[in-house]
């Protein structure tokens, strides 16, 4: 255990000397070859460069399997839990998943997938997720998961962007005794423009459903696996070759994809997974993040599985059968550490304590939290009810884009409900204001990076520009990373939340023109403007603000029809929680929405509204103030 002199011995080392010291914890990876450059960085856009390891030659599924097979192949490396309590858990061990994804890499490689295709998984949390990502992994081919709640025009979003080749789906997932037409939904993505790349689907046999195959299209993964030779050889990758691709949504058009390459991302996953969870031999981890987003690529992926540690899959939801179904799963399986989403905390608090002590979580002795900000009413009843007030909370702020952990409390150090405290090993956090002025000691501001760390992203795949324009135009020669943050007197940090047009909602990243764009695809509608409000549970909610096309009427039926439709374009996660008709928008002379107004109207705080002599016509503003949901 560190203990907060080690800390910041680490920290210091690893600042005096990052060369040094990124040098020593790649070894912690097996290399083909090993790397002796180590880091090559510039964030300034005319001479811009992020390069970690780059003569280092490796496989991402090799340290996730092969490495631990002589001492460890019977370890199990996965706990499967379904979605029905009364479902059969399985064990896989290292073994059998290295016999599994070379099964599945051979068969890629027969289907003609090469070094740098691109493959879309859309699976459910199954094993075979883990299976497919690592049999990409093992031939080289960049993975593109996309989260199973998105529906066919955001599948078919993300396979044109990356012009993927192949697509691995399951006939249905479960959720909550819910079942999801994955394979349908893939069947209406691939009918819609933009999607012609795609030669083969694979189909896992999970339900057991019947599907419509459309051959030769579509091909059972189970067919194609069968009779392959149960090794492969891993290809071998330079570190700054590609491992995956993670769409994610930003404060403008649509989501992007983020890039990260196989070297630094694979020592930063591991590392920080290590490090942060205080990992042990004999921990059985939980992370119940969703593989379709980056805290399921780094931590339950890649980080434990190259640790050879023991990670739980589970398929299902926190309120199925009942509220007691975490701390149930914690006592079946005997989980030592638990790593879940505020939002996921809230729900739950608000079930009350009894469903908590209907288990005894005695086997408990880390609990983490990531995605958004944890209000300390929360925190506490996570470590007080929860945690028996006995273990840790670690409070980890990152993002798709940083790949891993980095600001996070350091074990050991007595934790502060709502801060993730201090900076990883490496991470040089700063705060700037508007104009980009370094702020020094306590103070709030906008969080930025000071220099990179192995798990940055690498580029917006196809769009090195807009990577650069995104996170190093505003504050040249820094990471922006679009979060507003305070520096306490004794140097912890507190996220407060995002300061661009991303809205949070339940942990997941929703773009706000994404919705909108989604909105005014209807026939109806002539303009609609969204934002955030502040959600009990969700932490934030989205709220949407409607103009129609002249002559149609306002009725909620047509409200309805937009928020269903909303659902149908984006997913579930996209469904607005409210939805006020606007006869017009709050906008600027030059025709700029002013958002400002229009969050504070949704925050039911209409005597915050500022200025708003700068509008072109500034009675709007009554008519949404006197309409407003908390009116
Ligand atoms: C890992 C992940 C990133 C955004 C990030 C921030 C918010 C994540 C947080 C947190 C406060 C934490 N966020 N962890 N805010 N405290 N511990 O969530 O990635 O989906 O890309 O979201 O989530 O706003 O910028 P991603």
């Not at 996730?64 to 001492?71: K, Q, T, V």
């Amino acid at each position: 255990m560190t203990d907060t002199t080690d800390y910041a011995r680490e920290y210091a080392d690893a600042l005096r000397d990052p060369e040094g010291y990124w040098q020593r914890i790649a070894q912690r990876i097996d290399w083909m070859q090993p790397p002796t450059q180590i880091r090559d960085v510039s964030f300034h856009a005319d001479d811009f460069r992020i390069r970690w390891y780059a003569d280092g030659v490796l496989n991402a599924s090799v340290n996730c399997l092969d490495r631990h097979l002589p001492a460890r192949g019977d370890r199990t490396a996965l706990i499967f839990e379904p979605d029905d309590p009364n479902g059969e858990a399985r064990h896989v061990t290292y073994r059998e998943l290295h016999a599994r994804t070379c099964r599945l890499a051979n068969a890629l490689r027969n289907l003609g997938v090469r070094k740098g295709d691109r493959i879309t998984i859309y699976l459910p949390m199954i094993v075979d997720a883990v299976v497919a990502m690592l049999a990409c992994a093992r031939i080289g081919a960049i993975h593109s998961v996309v989260f199973g709640g998105f529906a066919p025009q955001s599948i078919a979003d993300r396979i044109a962007d990356c012009r993927s080749k192949l697509i691995i789906t399951a006939d249905e997932g479960m959720r909550g005794g819910k079942r999801i037409g994955l394979k349908a939904n893939v069947d209406a993505a691939l009918a819609l423009p933009g999607t012609n790349s795609v030669e083969t689907v694979l189909v896992v046999r999970h339900t057991g459903a019947a599907v419509a195959m459309q051959m030769p299209r579509d091909r059972w993964v189970d067919a194609v696996v069968a009779g392959q030779p149960d090794t492969c050889d891993p290809e071998p990758m330079n570190a700054e070759d590609p491992l995956f691709i993670l769409y994610t949504s930003g404060s403008t058009g649509k989501p992007k994809g983020v890039l990260h390459t196989t070297g630094g991302y694979m020592v930063f996953a591991s590392f920080t997974h290590e490090r942060v969870f205080d990992l042990r031999e004999d921990d059985i981890y939980w992370c119940t993040a969703d593989v379709g987003w980056i805290t399921g690529h780094s931590y339950i992926v890649y980080g434990p599985l190259a640790n050879g540690a023991t990670a739980v899959v589970f398929e299902g939801v926190p309120n199925h059968p009942d509220h007691s179904r975490f701390w149930r799963v914690i006592d079946k399986h005997q989980v030592t550490i638990f790593y879940t989403a505020p939002t996921a905390i809230r729900a739950l608090m608000r079930e009350g304590d009894a469903p908590v002590r209907a288990a005894s979580r005695k086997s408990l002795r880390l609990l983490g939290t990531v995605g958004e900000p944890i209000n300390p009413e929360a925190w506490r009843w996570y470590h007080d009810v929860v945690g028996d007030a006995r273990c840790p909370v670690v409070d980890t702020w990152w993002q798709t884009e940083t790949g891993g952990i980095l600001i996070a409390p350091p074990i050991g150090m007595e934790a502060k409900p709502g801060s993730a405290m201090k900076p990883f090993f490496g991470v040089r956090p700063a705060l700037v204001d508007a104009d980009g002025k370094e702020l020094q000691g306590e103070a709030a501001g906008n969080l930025v990076l000071k220099d990179s760390w192995p798990g940055q992203m690498r580029t917006v795949y196809g769009d090195h520009a807009r990577f650069i324009d995104t996170y190093f135009r505003a504050y040249p020669g820094l990471y922006f990373t679009g979060d507003g943050c305070r520096r306490d007197a004794d140097g912890d940090y507190w996220i407060t939340g995002r300061v661009d047009d991303v809205i949070n909602v339940s942990g997941h990243r929703i773009g706000t023109a994404e919705v909108e764009s989604a909105l005014v695809s209807h026939a109806k509608v002539a303009e609609a403007a969204v934002v955030g409000f502040p959600h009990d549970i969700k932490g934030q909610g989205i709220y949407a603000y409607v103009t129609l096309v002249a002559g149609q009427a306002e009725s909620d039926a047509l409200r309805a029809e937009l928020i269903a439709h909303v659902r149908h374009e984006i997913g579930p996660i996209a469904t607005p929680d409210h939805l006020q008709w606007a006869p017009g928008l709050p906008k600027t002379r030059s025709g700029k929405i002013m958002r400002r107004i229009l969050r504070k109207i949704a925050e039911d705080a209409p005597d915050q509204l500022g200025d708003t002599s700068t509008l072109a016509d500034p009675s709007v503003v009554d008519s949404l103030v006197r309409n407003r949901r908390g009116a």
